[in-house]
């Protein structure tokens, strides 16, 4: 379903269609459409109002976007310190060869209080972890991310993670993939560009909902340039919440992002994007 939105010049409708598709949208159109038919169709309007409003609530609840993070996504567990152990091991034996790839998760084209452009916190989150692993591991760190379908203009979003990994980390990049706008392109334009530079081993940091689509991806992106790299997934953003149990069940921001993005990765995964 991507190549064919691509194919026809409307890709770029991809953020109106993840609007449209997720929460709260649809139990707003149901709450909507029952409310017409309570005066007429009373039950029937019933039908459709109870379980839009039972649907707004659960959505929003950390409990729920837990379970559907388990069982729609199922993210891999994160590298351990034997795993990192390993990965310290190959950088010294076989320098060159691996790579940490950071995927973008978003950015803000001008951020006031900094007078320039930043890094929204999903994305400023993966850029700290995959610079802490190059760091424990000695293996270098790169970065994947443009402007994204819902922007037509402004700094890529690898630049400003170079800039922030120079200027806040002291812990500059190795490389800068600034042309992606999705998951697909993330791996397609970051494959090509370490081909050249006989990577042989890439390391993906991104969010642990976003993990399998990304793995989908870089997999797909090695086998149709040939083969020769093995991909290794490093997860983040692994914790659960630390309320109390019955708060898990309470509307919150926190459930809302968690089940949205969840089903905004299951969703992506069905339709190939």
């Not at 042309?179 to 397609?188: C, K, Y």
């Not at 083969?227 to 997934?233: I, K, L, Q, R, Y």
Request: glycine letters at 12%.
């Amino acid at each position: 379903m991507n190549e064919i939105a691509v194919s026809l010049g409307i890709s770029d409708w991809k953020p109106v269609a993840t609007a449209l598709l997720l929460p709260p949208t649809l139990w707003i159109v149901m709450i909507l459409w029952g409310a017409a038919w309570l005066r007429q169709r009373r039950p029937a309007g019933w039908l459709l109002v109870a379980p839009a409003c039972l649907g707004l609530w659960l959505g929003a609840t950390s409990a729920v976007g837990e379970m559907l993070t388990r069982t729609l996504v199922a993210p891999p567990p994160a590298l351990g310190a034997t795993e990192i152990a390993r990965l310290r091991q190959s950088a010294a034996m076989r320098p060159g060869e691996t790579a940490i790839i950071v995927l973008g998760g978003g950015r803000e084209a001008l951020a006031p209080e900094y007078g320039v452009s930043n890094l929204v916190p999903r994305s400023m989150e993966r850029l700290r972890y995959g610079l802490w692993l190059g760091r424990e591991t000695g293996l270098p760190v790169g970065f994947s991310g443009g402007v994204g379908y819902s922007a037509s203009s402004g700094t890529p979003e690898a630049e400003i993670a170079a800039r922030i990994a120079a200027q806040d980390f002291n812990r500059p990049l190795k490389w800068q993939e600034p042309r992606s706008r999705d998951t697909r392109e993330n791996a397609s334009f970051t494959v090509g560009m370490l081909r050249p530079m006989r990577i042989k081993h890439l390391i993906v940091v991104t969010h642990g909902w976003h993990m399998a689509r990304a793995m989908r991806d870089f997999e797909d992106a090695v086998r149709h340039s040939g083969g020769g790299m093995t991909v290794t997934a490093a997860p983040m953003g692994l914790a659960r919440p630390g309320e109390s149990p019955w708060l898990r069940w309470l509307p919150s921001n926190d459930g809302q992002d968690r089940v949205r993005h969840v089903l905004h990765e299951w969703l992506g995964r069905l339709g190939g994007a």
